[in-house]
């Protein structure tokens, strides 16, 4: 039976980027063996990071003055990777939910932090940013909720933030549509959601943003160990990164950012319009701006509640995998990522509907 992958992460990834990477690991490009097995100082693997760092800065349009690093450790190390680097005596964090916390938590470590508004069901904008602030911080898309902050509010954000620094975890919502990335100083994630397998974490980072804090950074926690090394001091998550540079490689080929942003609407679009329509079933996030095109989340309403575990059977009868929604949550969430398809999406809804005659 063809399953549809709605998992949250690790997650679904192009089919042919998984074969290719299968066929990596049998033999890398010709050369007698298998890229488990090489060296990454060798000359085979060198471009591989070239073109996976040229990539990213292509289909994210990331200006002059900006590396891009691979690293391990996964979103979770960034979250405190970046107050080691940035923050001297005060940050301000934007909290919408699990991921943002575990950012405050670990930069409170380091310096004052201000939360500038918390909400779990949307993105509150009410505040402004103190100017003495080293950095903002934000999740551009909050994975168990399922709100993400919309280019309209992302746009209010670079107001609000003015002269002071912006992070992003962007873990999962990169590339899936365009962004300013000149806004910004740090973007960041695990690549375990929209790019690669789980073991390799990206970073955009101005490198003019480094190197202003007075204390001892330990080495592998210093971003400019890894601009100057070009995230080759140490061993990287080759294959992971190779993986990563073929969905690059898969996303440039159909039309890039622009293209799948598209995709991602008409995905999205498709989902919350069967929700918002349905006889059993309703969104979790009301506001229609606020709500994630990657991680869509909906339960029973509550004349159906004894409805869960009959219609998680029924769909994974119908192939739907990873549906169960985050246990803080309920319900269901169906991560419809980069490489889930309109049609992965129409299955689920013809899914929904199908129920629904049952009922
Ligand atoms: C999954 C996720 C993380 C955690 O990533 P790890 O690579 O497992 O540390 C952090 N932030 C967001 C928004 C996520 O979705």
């Not at 490009?29 to 060296?39: R, W």
Request: with cysteine; aromatic share 10%; net charge neutral.
């Amino acid at each position: 039976m063809k399953k549809y992958n709605f998992n949250a992460g690790p997650s679904i990834l192009p089919q042919e980027v998984i074969k290719q990477t299968a066929e990596a690991v049998i033999e890398f490009e010709g050369q007698g063996l298998s890229l488990l097995e090489i060296s990454h100082r060798a000359k085979y693997f060198q471009p591989v990071m070239d073109e996976a760092e040229a990539l990213m800065k292509e289909l994210l349009n990331v200006p002059e003055g900006y590396r891009v690093l691979f690293l391990g450790g996964g979103a979770s190390t960034q979250f405190c990777m970046v107050p080691f680097n940035l923050l001297e005596k005060k940050a301000a964090y934007l909290n919408t939910g699990v991921w943002s916390k575990k950012a405050i938590k670990e930069a409170k470590a380091f310096g004052e932090v201000v939360e500038l508004a918390a909400s779990t069901n949307s993105i509150p904008m009410d505040f402004e940013v103190p100017q003495d602030c080293d950095y903002m911080h934000i999740t551009t898309n909050n994975t168990i909720f399922g709100t993400e902050i919309s280019d309209a509010k992302l746009q209010e954000i670079y107001r609000k933030k003015g002269k002071v620094r912006l992070v992003a975890d962007m873990s999962s919502d990169i590339l899936s549509r365009p962004i300013d990335v000149s806004q910004f100083d740090i973007i960041y994630g695990g690549a375990q959601k929209n790019l690669a397998p789980a073991g390799v974490t990206f970073v955009i980072v101005k490198e003019e943003c480094l190197g202003h804090v007075t204390r001892h950074i330990p080495t592998m926690l210093d971003y400019r160990t890894h601009t100057e090394n070009g995230s080759m001091f140490n061993t990287p998550p080759v294959l992971p990164v190779y993986t990563a540079l073929l969905t690059l490689r898969w996303l440039k080929k159909n039309g890039g950012v622009e293209w799948i942003m598209k995709r991602n609407i008409e995905k999205a679009n498709l989902l919350y319009n069967c929700i918002d329509n349905s006889k059993i079933f309703m969104p979790t996030i009301m506001d229609r701006e606020d709500r994630s095109r990657m991680n869509i989340c909906f339960v029973p309403k509550p004349e159906y509640e004894g409805l869960f575990d009959e219609f998680f059977a029924f769909a994974s009868g119908r192939g739907m995998v990873g549906i169960k929604g985050h246990r803080l949550v309920g319900g269901f969430r169906a991560s419809c990522y980069n490489a889930m398809d309109v049609e992965g999406v129409q299955a689920l809804v013809d899914c929904i509907r199908d129920f629904e005659k049952l009922h």
